[in-house]
Structure formats: C-alpha cells, structure tokens
C-alpha cells in the first residue's frame, strides 16, 4: 500500500492559452513535459492526467487532434505542494498553460483513482 493513499487528491483543470502560437508552444515543449509526468506519476504523486482536446478531434487522425488544454489529478500534503508542482511544469512556464484561468481544487472522488506503478 503506498503511502500517498492517505494525501488528499486535487484536481487540476489547465486550459491553454488561446492565442495563434499557443499549439505551437504546447507542442515544442511537450516532450518535456511527458518526461516530468511520467516521472511524478511513477512516484505516485501525479495519479491521473491528459490533454482535453476540441469535440473535432475525437474521430481526427493523431496528428489532427488539437489539444486546448490539460486535466490532473495530483496526490499532495495541500494544495500549495501541487501549486508548486503545476508551477514547475514546463507548460506552465513556456505559457502554454493560462496561468488566469487555471484551477487547482481539492477532490472528493466517487471512483477509485488507478494503482501507483511499482517501482
């Protein structure tokens, strides 16, 4: 049992910024960006996430999905130690996140999250 389990669960709701280079930032960074979530998910701390994406892409070829934004699910002492974690990304810092219109809220979940990977 990992002890993450007890740690309250917030949700993270991350739309991009809209402006004409604002794929184009999410895409040059977004490697980056896969490694870090890979890495906090592997330590339990990021639990679920994703990019939203607009309703077109849904049935579009991977290279014409666009992507408008991010939804997380983080593990955390409070909610200033996800602030931190989601101010650390690097979405966050090359404005591919708009910083106005983020939210971080605490989380009641119905369902259960999925298991931590074993290291």
């Known amino acids: 049992m990992s002890s993450t389990q007890s740690l309250p669960k917030f949700v993270v709701w991350a739309p991009d910024y809209t402006d004409d280079g604002a794929l184009q930032r999410r895409m040059a960074v977004r490697p980056s960006?896969?490694?870090?979530?890979?890495?906090?998910?592997?330590?339990?701390?990021?639990?679920?996430?994703?990019g939203y994406m607009t309703p077109e892409s849904v049935d579009a070829a991977a290279a014409d999905k666009k992507f408008v934004g991010?939804?997380?699910i983080y593990e955390g002492e409070n909610i200033d130690v996800v602030?931190?974690?989601?101010?650390e990304d690097v979405y966050y810092k090359s404005d591919v996140w708009d910083k106005e219109k983020?939210?971080?809220?605490?989380?009641a979940l119905a369902t259960a999250l999925p298991p931590v990977p074993s290291t």
């Open 33 to 50: 960006h896969l490694e870090n979530i890979k890495t906090l998910a592997g330590q339990g701390t990021l639990r679920l996430g994703g």
């Open 70 to 72: 991010s939804c997380m």
């Open 83 to 87: 602030r931190k974690l989601v101010e």
């Open 102 to 107: 983020l939210v971080i809220l605490p989380i």
